[in-house]
C-alpha cells in the first residue's frame, strides 16, 4: 500500500512531505457539519428513519465509486453489479439460514471483493471508452445472470424471505427503522474514517497521480497496475457492504439493484456531491436521495428533467457540486469578513 | 432452412437499423473524440417527428422520414454548436456526464410533450405484409429497410472513400493536428459531420420504430447497443460500425428466437471478449 520510495528522504523533505500529509488528513468544516447533522437527523427527523437510512447507504455507495471515479480516475458504468454482488450475497445468506447482519456484511465484502479483483485485471489494460463498455457490459452480465437465476435470486420478483437477525444478538431491526439507522450510521462512518486514512494515504497520493498523468506516475517507482487494482478492488468491498447493509436493513432485494439505472444514478449523485472529495459523495446522495423522493411524489418525469439539466450545468461551469459552491461561498465570506 | 433465412433476415434489417442510428455516433467518437451517449435522443426525435407529421398531419411516410432526418440534424446543430463544442477535445468522462445529462433532459422532456405511452406507428400499405422471394419470405418492411439501408451505406462508403469531405474526414480522424496544419477548416467539417450524423439518426430512428417502437425511454434502451456497436466496430470506421451492426443485429434475433434465455449473455460478453483482445475495436486504429 505505501508507495513512497525506499530511498530515504532528506530531512526537509520528508518535514514538508509529513506536512503535506497533515494538511490532506485535516478535517474539514464541511465533513464535520455533515456527519454531525447525520447524527442529529436520527432526532430531527425520526419520522424518516428509513429514507435517510437508504439515502445514506446510496451515500457509501458513492463514496465507493469515488475512491474509484474521483481518485483513481477509472470511470464506471457498471458499479451496481458490486452493490448487487454485496446485496445478494447478504441477502441469501439471510434466507439460507445464516441471518446474523455483521458477518453478512463481511461476507458481502469479500465476496464483492473478489469480484472487483477480477475485474480490475479486465479492465487494467483499457482506458477511455472501453473502460466504460467492458464494466457497463459487466455490470449488465451480473443484471442478467441475476435475471434468469431465479433458483438463487428470485430473479425478476427478487429475493423474498430473508430472516435478518438482531445486531449482535441483541438489537433486533424494527419497522420504524431505527436499529437499521443506527447500525447503518456506525458501519458507513467507519467505512469513511476507513476511505479517509485511504485516500490521505502515499497510496492515495498515488491514486491522484494515476489519474494526473498514468505515464509519469511508473517513473517515480509506483506500480500503476497494482495500485489500480487495489482500488477497484477496495471500491467493489464497498460497493458490496453499501448493497449488504440495503438489503438487510429492507429485509428484500430488488433486481433493480443491479440495474443500469443504479449505476448512472451514483455516477450523476457523485457529481452533484462534487467528485474527488469523499464527503461530496455522501452530500450528493443525500440530495439525490431526498430530492428524488420528494419530486417523484409530484411527477418522476420533471425530476429526471431537473436533474440532468443540473448535472450539464455542473459539468459545463466547472463548480465541483455542493461541495465546491460550499467551499467557494464560504471562502468568498470568510474574506468579506476579514476585510 | 425456410425458417432460419427468414431469421437472418430479419437480423439484417435489425442490423441496419442500429447501423443507421450508430453510424453517426462512430464519426463523432472517432472524429471529434466526442462521447455522446445522446446519440440516442437524436433517434427518437426523428421517430417523434414522424409519428407526428403522420399522426396528426397525415403526411406521407417518406416526406415525414425526410423531416425527421432534417429536424434531428437541426437539433444536433444546435446542441452542437452551443454545447458540446465547448467539451471537444476535453475530458472523456465531463462528455459522458453532460450527454448522461442530455439524455436524461431529453427523456423526461419528451414524457412531457408526447407522454409516456407508446404511439401507434404506421406505414404505407405497401411496406405491411409479406413478399415471396424464391423458397422464403419475409416482412415487406424488413426487406425495404435491407435494400434503403444498403443503398444508404453504400452512399457512405462511396462518400467516405470518394470525395473531398469523406477524405478531410479520414484525415482528421488519423492525425488531427496534421490535418489541422494543412489548412483545412476543422471547426466546420465538425460541424458538417455532426449534422451527418445527427440527420442519420433521426432518419434511423424515424424507420426503426415501425419494427422497435417508441417511448420516451428510446435513448436509454438503445445506448447501450449503440455504444457496443461504436465501440466493437472501432471508433471513426464506418466498415467496422457496419460489421459490428450486422453481427449484433444477427445475433441479437437469433439469440432471442434459439436461445432466449442466454441471449443477452452472448452478446455482452463477446463485446467484453473483444474489447479484451483489441481495446481499440475490430476495424479501429491504435492510438
Redesign the interface.
Known amino acids: 500500500m505505501v508507495a513512497i520510495p525506499a530511498q530515504p528522504a532528506t530531512p526537509p523533505a520528508l518535514a514538508s512531505a509529513r506536512r503535506l500529509f497533515v494538511r490532506r488528513a485535516a478535517w474539514r468544516w464541511e465533513e464535520i457539519a455533515f456527519w454531525v447533522l447525520a447524527a442529529a437527523s436520527y432526532f430531527l427527523f425520526s419520522d424518516h428513519l428509513v429514507l435517510i437510512t437508504q439515502a445514506m447507504i446510496t451515500g457509501l455507495f458513492v463514496v465507493s465509486l469515488d475512491l474509484m ?1 474521483g481518485y483513481a ?1 477509472i ?1 464506471s458504468f457498471g458499479h451496481a453489479a458490486f452493490f448487487g454482488i454485496g446485496a445478494y450475497t447478504a441477502g441469501i445468506l439471510a434466507r439460507d439460514g445464516w441471518g446474523d447482519p455483521l458477518t453478512g456484511l463481511v461476507a458481502a465484502a469479500l465476496i464483492a471483493g473478489v469480484a472487483g479483483a477480477i475485474c480490475s485485471q ?1 479492465v487494467a ?6 473502460v ?3 464494466t ?3 455490470g ?2 451480473c443484471y ?2 441475476a435475471n ?1 437465476w431465479n433458483s438463487l435470486t428470485g430473479g425478476d420478483d427478487g429475493l423474498q424471505g430473508m430472516q435478518v437477525q438482531p445486531v449482535l444478538g441483541i438489537f433486533a431491526f424494527d419497522i420504524d427503522g431505527k436499529v437499521g439507522f443506527i447500525y447503518s450510521f456506525i458501519v458507513i462512518f467507519l467505512l469513511y474514517l476507513l476511505a479517509r486514512r485511504l485516500v490521505n494515504s502515499p497510496f492515495g497520493l498515488a491514486l491522484e497521480g494515476i489519474r494526473e498523468n498514468i505515464r509519469r506516475v511508473p517513473a517515480i517507482g509506483i506500480g500503476v497496475r497494482v495500485q489500480l487494482a487495489m482500488a477497484f478492488t477496495i471500491s467493489a468491498a464497498m460497493a458490496g457492504v453499501a448493497g449488504a447493509l440495503l438489503a438487510e436493513t429492507t429485509q428484500f432485494i430488488a433486481l433493480e439493484v443491479l440495474g ?1 439505472d443504479r449505476s ?1 444514478s451514483v ?2 449523485a457523485l ?1 452533484l456531491g462534487g467528485i474527488g472529495s469523499l464527503i461530496g459523495g455522501m452530500i450528493g446522495a443525500i440530495v439525490y436521495t431526498v430530492a428524488r423522493d420528494q419530486l417523484s411524489l409530484i411527477n418522476p ?5 431537473w ?6 450545468i455542473i ?2 461551469s466547472g463548480t465541483g457540486g455542493v461541495v465546491g459552491i460550499l467551499r467557494r461561498s464560504v471562502g468568498w465570506v470568510v474574506t468579506r469578513v476579514r476585510r | 432452412m425456410a425458417d432460419f433465412v427468414n431469421i437472418l433476415g430479419a437480423g439484417i434489417a435489425y442490423g441496419v437499423l442500429l447501423f443507421l442510428m450508430a453510424g453517426g455516433l462512430s464519426v463523432t467518437m472517432g472524429l471529434m473524440g466526442f462521447a455522446n451517449l445522446a446519440h440516442g435522443s437524436l433517434s427518437m426525435l426523428g421517430g417523434y417527428i414522424v409519428v407526428m407529421l403522420m399522426n396528426w398531419y397525415g403526411w406521407p411516410f417518406f416526406a415525414a422520414l425526410a423531416m425527421a432526418a432534417l429536424g434531428a440534424a437541426v437539433a444536433g446543430l444546435i446542441v452542437e454548436r452551443t454545447v458540446f463544442r465547448r467539451l471537444y477535445w476535453g475530458n472523456e468522462l465531463d462528455q459522458v456526464l453532460l450527454t448522461i445529462g442530455v439524455v436524461t433532459m431529453t427523456v423526461a422532456a419528451a414524457t412531457f410533450i408526447w407522454g409516456a405511452v407508446p404511439p401507434a406507428v404506421h406505414v404505407p400499405a405497401f411496406l405491411e405484409g409479406r413478399v415471396h422471394l424464391g423458397f422464403f419470405d419475409i416482412g415487406s418492411y424488413r426487406l425495404f429497410l435491407i435494400v434503403f439501408g444498403g443503398l444508404l451505406t453504400l452512399g457512405l462508403v462511396l462518400g467516405i472513400d470518394k470525395t473531398s469531405f469523406g477524405a478531410k474526414i479520414r484525415a482528421a480522424v488519423d492525425n488531427r493536428r496534421m490535418t489541422v496544419s494543412c489548412g483545412i477548416n476543422i471547426d466546420r467539417l465538425f460541424m458538417l459531420a455532426f449534422a451527418i450524423g445527427s440527420a442519420l439518426a433521426g432518419l434511423g430512428g424515424g424507420l426503426a420504430i415501425y419494427l422497435v417502437g417508441l417511448d420516451p425511454s428510446f435513448p436509454v434502451k438503445y445506448l447501450v447497443y449503440l455504444l457496443v456497436v461504436v465501440v466493437v466496430g472501432g471508433l471513426g470506421s464506418i466498415r467496422g460500425t457496419l460489421a459490428a451492426s450486422l453481427a449484433l443485429g444477427i445475433c441479437d434475433v437469433l439469440g432471442k428466437y434459439y436461445i432466449p434465455y442466454l441471449g443477452a449473455f452472448i452478446i455482452y460478453g463477446v463485446t467484453v471478449a473483444i474489447l479484451m483482445v483489441r481495446p481499440n475495436g475490430l476495424f479501429g486504429r491504435g492510438r
Not at chain 1, 125 to 130: E, M, Q, S
Not at chain 1, 301 to 305: E, N, P, Q, R, S
Not at chain 1, 307 to 312: A, F, K, Q, R, W
Open positions: 471515479f480516475g470511470p479486465l489494460r483499457l482506458h477511455g471508452i472501453a466504460l463498455m467492458v457497463l457490459g459487466i449488465l452480465i442478467e445472470i434468469k443500469f448512472i455516477q450523476i457529481v418525469a420533471y425530476w429526471d428533467f436533474v440532468g439539466l443540473i448535472l450539464c459539468v459545463m
